[in-house]
């Protein structure tokens, strides 16, 4: 069976939906010169408009965010820390926004190991994942488990949603590695 890119319908979902979907697709880089690397992903977050204390958006529309109010199947690609590039996909409608962070895959647990190990870096911000010769997601049929648990490293968020399970895993992810 060959594997299917997914398309901007895919990502055209809420977060909730799209976060435990992406677990188990793999993420598909083109390199210049046209090696390619190739990860299953094992672990997402969703964040969710302008009322999650979590999310980028609850400051409102800014430069930094505005890739967020937008179509759905763009990446969000932002630095963290100074010195780390962390890669969201903005899922939903238009004007409503909401990402889906890409937190961990096989072999490479966090965000920043991830992006490191891919290439990624602010020059795909806003790219589209799909019809993208550089990036794209695939599924090749894998369905995993998937456990729910509490996001990471959002202390500053409100309690509600610092504690929210909103966090998406291959629940048998640690026993593949």
Not at 49 to 58: I, K, L, N, Q, R
Not at 67 to 96: F, P, R, S
Not at 112 to 135: H, M, W, Y
Request: aromatic share 10%; proline share 5%; with cysteine.
């Amino acid at each position: 069976m060959k594997n299917k890119i997914l398309t901007k319908k895919f990502y055209s979902r809420d977060c909730l939906e799209v976060a435990p979907d992406l677990v188990g697709k793999l993420i598909v880089r083109t390199h210049d010169g046209g090696a390619r690397t190739v990860l299953r992903i094992t672990e997402t977050e969703a964040y969710r408009g302008e009322e999650d204390t979590a999310c980028h958006a609850s400051k409102g529309r800014t430069q930094r965010t505005e890739v967020m109010y937008g179509e759905a199947g763009y990446l969000y690609i932002y630095l963290c820390y100074g010195m780390h590039w962390l890669m969201n996909v903005v899922t939903g409608k238009k004007d409503q926004p909401q990402a889906v962070l890409f937190r961990a895959c096989e072999v490479y647990d966090g965000p920043a190991k991830l992006t490191r190990q891919l290439g990624i870096d602010k020059s795909f911000n806003c790219e589209p994942v799909f019809g993208n010769p550089r990036i794209c997601i695939e599924d090749d049929g894998y369905r995993p488990e998937i456990e729910t648990l509490p996001r990471v490293g959002i202390n500053y968020a409100t309690p509600e949603y610092r504690d929210i399970l909103w966090r998406y895993a291959d629940a048998n992810r640690n026993k593949r590695k």
